[in-house]
Protein backbone atom coordinates (compact mmCIF):
# COMPACT_ATOMS: atom_id res chain seq x y z
CA UNK A 1 0.00 0.00 0.00
CA UNK A 2 1.24 3.26 -0.55
CA UNK A 3 1.97 5.51 2.12
CA UNK A 4 2.35 9.59 2.36
CA UNK A 5 4.40 12.22 3.49
CA UNK A 6 2.97 15.74 3.69
CA UNK A 7 5.40 18.66 3.63
CA UNK A 8 5.54 22.68 3.06
CA UNK A 9 3.83 24.13 5.97
CA UNK A 10 4.86 26.81 7.95
CA UNK A 11 4.31 30.48 9.32
CA UNK A 12 2.54 32.80 7.03
CA UNK A 13 0.78 35.67 6.66
CA UNK A 14 -2.84 36.63 6.02
CA UNK A 15 -3.47 36.98 2.54
CA UNK A 16 -0.11 35.05 1.87
CA UNK A 17 0.37 32.15 0.03
CA UNK A 18 1.52 28.83 0.47
CA UNK A 19 2.22 25.34 -1.12
CA UNK A 20 2.02 21.59 0.46
CA UNK A 21 3.43 18.35 -0.33
CA UNK A 22 2.23 15.26 -0.68
CA UNK A 23 5.13 12.70 -1.41
CA UNK A 24 4.18 9.06 -2.24
CA UNK A 25 6.39 6.13 -1.79
CA UNK A 26 5.34 4.73 -4.93
CA UNK A 27 4.00 5.33 -8.17
CA UNK A 28 0.31 7.34 -7.57
CA UNK A 29 -0.55 6.13 -10.96
CA UNK A 30 -4.53 5.46 -11.14
CA UNK A 31 -4.95 6.70 -7.29
CA UNK A 32 -7.44 8.80 -6.64
CA UNK A 33 -6.22 11.41 -3.32
CA UNK A 34 -7.89 13.82 -1.18
CA UNK A 35 -6.30 16.57 1.23
CA UNK A 36 -8.14 17.42 4.85
CA UNK A 37 -7.16 19.52 8.04
CA UNK A 38 -7.43 19.88 11.60
CA UNK A 39 -7.31 22.47 13.86
CA UNK A 40 -7.48 22.54 17.38
CA UNK A 41 -10.86 22.26 19.04
CA UNK A 42 -12.56 21.43 15.59
CA UNK A 43 -13.59 18.76 13.22
CA UNK A 44 -11.54 16.90 10.48
CA UNK A 45 -12.51 18.79 7.77
CA UNK A 46 -12.47 17.50 3.71
CA UNK A 47 -10.49 20.14 1.84
CA UNK A 48 -11.07 18.44 -1.81
CA UNK A 49 -10.12 15.39 -3.78
CA UNK A 50 -8.12 14.91 -6.87
CA UNK A 51 -9.14 12.06 -9.65
CA UNK A 52 -6.47 9.38 -10.66
CA UNK A 53 -7.40 11.18 -13.94
CA UNK A 54 -6.96 15.02 -12.39
CA UNK A 55 -10.15 15.80 -11.93
CA UNK A 56 -10.60 18.32 -8.98
CA UNK A 57 -13.43 18.51 -6.14
CA UNK A 58 -13.30 21.14 -3.30
CA UNK A 59 -14.81 22.19 -0.12
CA UNK A 60 -16.86 25.38 -0.61
CA UNK A 61 -14.11 26.94 2.23
CA UNK A 62 -11.48 26.07 -0.19
CA UNK A 63 -12.83 26.85 -3.79
CA UNK A 64 -11.48 30.10 -5.40
CA UNK A 65 -8.31 29.65 -3.20
CA UNK A 66 -6.71 27.00 -2.90
CA UNK A 67 -6.01 24.48 -5.92
CA UNK A 68 -4.75 20.87 -5.55
CA UNK A 69 -2.76 19.05 -8.46
CA UNK A 70 -0.44 16.08 -8.99
CA UNK A 71 2.50 15.21 -10.60
CA UNK A 72 2.62 11.44 -11.74
CA UNK A 73 6.57 11.49 -12.77
CA UNK A 74 7.08 12.57 -8.98
CA UNK A 75 4.82 10.64 -7.10
CA UNK A 76 3.17 13.75 -5.34
CA UNK A 77 0.51 15.35 -5.18
CA UNK A 78 -0.04 18.86 -4.03
CA UNK A 79 -2.13 21.73 -2.47
CA UNK A 80 -1.43 25.58 -3.73
CA UNK A 81 -3.22 27.46 -0.87
CA UNK A 82 -4.02 31.44 -1.38
CA UNK A 83 -5.47 34.63 0.19
CA UNK A 84 -4.83 32.38 3.14
CA UNK A 85 -7.31 33.45 6.40
CA UNK A 86 -6.03 32.74 9.99
CA UNK A 87 -9.06 30.49 10.07
CA UNK A 88 -6.77 28.50 7.32
CA UNK A 89 -4.67 27.18 10.16
CA UNK A 90 -4.65 23.19 10.90
CA UNK A 91 -2.81 20.38 10.50
CA UNK A 92 -3.18 19.50 7.13
CA UNK A 93 -3.40 15.47 5.72
CA UNK A 94 -3.22 13.91 2.55
CA UNK A 95 -4.08 10.08 1.91
CA UNK A 96 -5.14 7.61 -1.08
CA UNK A 97 -9.22 6.93 -1.32
CA UNK A 98 -8.54 4.64 -4.05
CA UNK A 99 -7.66 2.15 -2.23
CA UNK A 100 -7.94 3.87 1.35
CA UNK A 101 -4.83 5.08 2.80
CA UNK A 102 -3.33 5.74 6.58
CA UNK A 103 -3.00 8.98 7.07
CA UNK A 104 0.41 10.57 6.88
CA UNK A 105 1.96 12.84 9.77
CA UNK A 106 0.71 15.93 8.62
CA UNK A 107 1.89 19.66 8.28
CA UNK A 108 1.35 22.36 10.06
CA UNK A 109 0.13 25.70 8.93
CA UNK A 110 -0.22 28.84 10.60
CA UNK A 111 -1.96 31.90 9.54
CA UNK A 112 -0.67 35.05 11.64
CA UNK A 113 0.28 38.78 11.67
Known amino acids: QVQFVESGGGLVQPGGSLRLSCAAS???????MEWHRQAPGKPREWIGT???????LYANSAKGRFTISRDNVKNTMYLQMNSLKPEDTAVYYC????????WGQGTQVTVSS
Open 95 to 102: RSITPISG
Open 26 to 32: GSIFGIS
Open 50 to 56: ITSGGTT
